[in-house]
């Protein structure tokens, strides 16, 4: 027998002693759900995919990325990121910039062309795709992926709906756009531009389409009824996006008046700015902190010189003035009339004040339930019509892009369940990885990377985009600030700290196994593992 | 402090990958950056089916500290044990958890044997075989101090480790030299006006080490592997007689869940309770700094040794003995500079003994 060195004497090992019988708890590995992937409203698997770009691996990040979501370029752009809003690292330092990794990561991909593949065989089956929004375009990529044969149709002559008419440029360049765009296209779907479908059940039976999403948006910018001389200049926020990003922008003149509180209203201020108006002016009649634009846009609206009167409503519109009344909230938070005007001279008004969607492509389909100008749609994107699904802006929800990916993808599924005749089944969920199971004692302090940003001139005078991008490293640094929450990353902290060597390393990227046979359950790996991966449950006995 | 193989417990390019800079590793990090304890071709010396309690940090301490040493010294190490806990759970006869060549002999002559066994050595021409003593905190503090005291002046080529965890657990959590103010133990009951052990006794071993003047001292604790395996390393590179003082909790005597070993082995460090440093030849020159400082408090709600200084609901009970015991972790932060990682300038001398208040 091969004795370890100067040992003379043949002993038994203590190996002899499985000490698992002492246990009375074991600890097992889980999975639990980071509070990012629960967040985002396009389902992506954030910790996933900041794993693979954390070991600098940019093409299998992206790859995870996009199973979720097409267009991290734009999303890494436009997105409002509730995903860093929930990140746990905010309770410890900052929250990790996800969204600034994303779009590193898509424009990684666009830089270097990496597409995504179509594996699954061809179904035979035709879906009709209306509308080429995130929510359509989402919806196309998805069925594609899944075998399934796409007609895209747009109504307008250039595809990305809301992304392309409503959202400025300086946030959104076309160029990326446009790549992504066309990214999808490549996997093969039929697109069809300037191609209104006016009668949804009428398009199906003409071409005999096994099924139809509809995501037709809101287009459809909101009117109020405002007393107005002849020659007052009044239009609409979404005409006025639309305008901006067609051949003929809008004149406006130098003084420009936006009526409401949401992010259009602080889109068409910006676009006001960069058209030449030097004094944009946003009224809103409630306070600031019940606007609905997002912080980040006021934000940048402020530091491009737009000004905010808040508590007051427009009561008049005349040739170069406007008549305000000042409101004031009663105690339900609700802006009430004071009866006090004043003055304010401006050239034009725009009215910011909501969009409705334009159904009138469901007429011929009475089991599609519509309230409150919205179709009602369950979680499954379903309409009452069979075969019939609906998502974006036209149904209730946040109207963001992000949401719209989300609708998009879950209807993808539906759908392709219902083309297949198996009951669709999400994924089961697991339990939220919380702050409280986290140790974060184990985590460097890593301040968060800012994005650079247009300076202040440039912003104000052209559509050049506003945020820029992390360059490699800041973005790998970025992605190495993922706590890991609720899921191994293999820092070999519980095959360090067991004092039983009840540990077995399974290998790079196969994470660990207990060992019953030594473990004795004392624990000590459940408190000390950083992420909170590992459960300690009670022993059945 | 030049040497090349001075590699310092946690580098600037561990900074930023998550955890690398203080768990035990990370798939990211350079292997040779990772701690010893990560490595699966790690000794293991003290293996698996010993019989130590649930969680406790003896065991864990010691695997850390030899692992550590046998990296050090290419596998070969003797390593010398005195009587305690250690040796009675991994030792039952005919079974044997340790995986390196082990010696024991009594309580109080570990020292001894391992000046011994290095001058056997030494007549044997085998400078490559580097020896090891180690012993429990009554084994070094107490009853071995007399042959530890004489190893340290005849600086013997010896690194002696002790594990402590501030009582003599293995006989049933009887008081030893190294308890600290108020902790509740067999012979210190928590009764009475001063309830628990008393302040103005006992003695801190790393000062007296420092005191003989040794080529290192060192102190550390089971929550901090980069750092306990640096001092390792450290004192593996130098010759004579060197010190290593662990901080090991003890589920069992301190009255704490198994579960928390490490977690308060951590607050005792970053209360400032147990100052973490080094010194070479007579002089500090290193101390780990406080990450997050805590009161003492968040330290002894954690054990049942101290139970008795809170009432159910958890309010303190005793609130004006607790502000001695922070007094004492406040002074160690000023005379250690714990909370700014400086290096202290005044000597080892003019730092009171551990318990003073």
């Excluded at chain 2, 869940?257 to 290193?286: N, Y």
Aim: net charge negative; proline share 6%.
């Amino acid at each position: 027998m091969e004795r370890p060195f100067a040992i003379t004497l043949g002993v038994g090992s203590s190996l002899a002693n499985k000490t698992g019988s002492w246990r009375v708890e074991r600890p097992v590995y889980v999975d639990r759900l980071p509070p990012c992937n629960d967040a985002c409203p396009a389902g992506e698997n954030v910790q996933q995919w900041l794993y693979h770009a954390e070991a600098g691996d940019y093409e299998a990040a992206w790859r995870q990325l996009v199973a979720d979501n097409p267009l991290p370029a734009v999303m890494g752009r436009v997105c409002y990121h509730p995903c860093e809003t929930a990140c746990n690292r905010a309770q410890l330092d900052e929250a990790v910039g996800i969204n600034a990794v994303e779009r590193f990561l898509g424009d990684q991909a666009l830089a270097r062309g990496w597409s995504p593949a179509v594996e699954a065989p061809p179904t035979g089956r035709r879906v009709l795709v209306v509308g080429s929004g995130p929510s359509g375009l989402a919806a196309a990529f998805h069925l594609r992926r899944r075998g399934h044969a796409v007609t895209l149709d747009e109504a307008q002559a250039e595809p990305g709906g809301m992304m392309r008419y409503g959202i400025p440029a300086y946030r959104l360049p076309r160029a990326v756009l446009d790549a992504e765009i066309e990214r999808i296209e490549g996997m093969g779907l039929e697109l069809r531009l300037s191609h209104p479908v006016t009668d949804a059940a009428a398009a199906m039976t003409a071409e005999g389409f096994d099924a139809a999403f509809l995501a037709v948006g809101a287009q459809i910018g909101r009117n109020a009824y405002i007393p107005a001389g002849d020659s007052a200049r009044i239009l609409d926020a979404l005409s006025l996006l639309r305008g901006t990003a067609s051949a003929e922008p809008p004149q406006l003149g130098r003084r420009v008046v936006v009526v409401g509180g949401g992010n259009t209203a602080m889109d068409a201020a910006r676009t006001a700015r960069r058209l030449g108006a030097t004094d944009a002016v946003v009224v809103y009649r409630r306070t600031r902190d019940r606007m609905p634009a997002h912080d980040i846009e006021v934000e940048e609206a402020l530091a491009e010189g737009v000004r905010m009167r808040w508590l007051a409503t427009v009561a008049r519109a005349d040739a170069g003035r406007l008549v305000l009344e000042r409101m004031r909230l009663d105690d339900t938070g609700f802006p009430q009339p004071t009866g006090e005007f004043e003055e304010l001279a401006a050239d034009a008004l725009v009215l910011a004040l909501g969009q409705d969607a334009d159904l009138s492509c469901l007429q011929a389909m009475p089991e599609v339930t519509v309230t409150d100008g919205v179709v009602r749609v369950g979680g499954d994107m379903a309409t009452g019509h069979p075969g019939v699904f609906a998502g974006g802006d036209m149904v209730e929800g946040e109207r963001t892009v992000t949401v719209a990916i989300g609708h998009g993808k879950r209807a993808a599924r539906t759908i392709d369940a219902y083309l297949r005749g198996t009951p669709a089944a999400d994924a089961a969920r697991h339990p939220l990885a919380s702050y409280d199971r986290l140790n974060t004692w184990y985590y460097a302090d890593a301040p968060k990377s800012l994005q650079p940003e247009l300076d202040l001139a440039r912003r104000q005078s052209t559509f050049d985009e506003v945020v820029g991008g992390l360059d490699e490293s800041t973005a790998l640094f970025e992605a190495r600030r993922c706590l890991s929450c609720g899921n191994c990353f293999e820092c070999d902290n519980c095959y360090g700290v067991c004092p039983d060597n009840a540990v077995r390393k399974l290998g790079p990227g196969l994470r660990y196994a207990f060992d019953y046979d030594y473990c004795k359950g004392c624990g000590i790996c459940v408190t000390e593992c950083p992420c909170g991966a590992i459960d300690l449950v009670p022993e059945q006995i | 402090m030049s040497e090349p193989d001075r590699v310092p417990a946690r580098s600037e390019r561990l900074k930023f990958y998550q955890v690398g800079s203080f768990a035990a590793g990370n798939r990211l990090v350079d292997p040779a950056l990772r701690t010893v304890q990560s490595d699966e071709g790690r000794t293991n010396s003290i293996t698996s089916g010993h019989r130590a309690c649930q969680g406790c940090g003896e065991a864990l301490g010691a695997r850390y500290a030899l692992d550590a040493a046998m990296r050090a010294a290419d596998g070969r190490i003797v390593a010398v044990n005195a009587t305690g806990c250690l040796e009675v759970f991994s030792t039952p006869f005919p079974e044997t958890s340790w995986r390196v060549a082990w010696l024991h002999s009594l309580f109080g002559n570990a020292p001894a044997v391992a000046t011994g066994v290095a001058a056997a050595l030494r007549v044997r021409g085998r400078p490559d075989i580097r020896v090891v003593a180690q012993a429990g905190d009554g084994g070094t503090v107490d009853i071995g101090f007399g042959t530890l005291s004489g190893m340290f002046e005849r600086n013997d080529d010896v690194l002696f480790i002790c594990y402590d965890n501030e009582a003599y657990m293995n006989t049933g959590v009887q008081r030893s030299g190294a308890t600290p103010p108020l902790a509740r133990t067999a012979t210190t009951e928590a009764a009475g006006p001063e309830p628990g052990n008393r302040f103005g006794q006992g003695k801190n071993l790393p000062l007296l080490a420092i005191a003989h003047g040794i080529p290192y001292v060192a102190t550390a604790t089971v929550a901090d592997l980069h750092d306990l395996e640096a001092k390792v390393r450290r004192a593996m590179v130098l010759h004579g007689a060197r010190y290593l003082h662990v901080l090991v909790p003890c589920p069992l005597g301190w009255g704490s869940e198994p579960r928390d070993t490490i977690r308060i082995a951590r607050l005792a460090g970053e209360t400032g309770l147990f100052p973490v440093f080094a010194a070479e030849d007579g002089v500090v020159t290193e101390v780990t700094p406080i990450r997050q400082r805590q009161p003492v408090e968040a330290y002894l709600r954690l054990q049942g040794r101290y139970r008795h200084l809170f009432d159910a609901q958890g309010r303190a009970r005793r609130p004006e003995l607790i502000a001695r015991l922070q007094a004492i972790a406040d002074r160690n932060i000023a005379r250690f500079g714990l909370d700014r990682a400086r290096v202290p300038t005044e000597t080892a001398a003019t730092v009171p003994a551990r318990g003073a208040s």
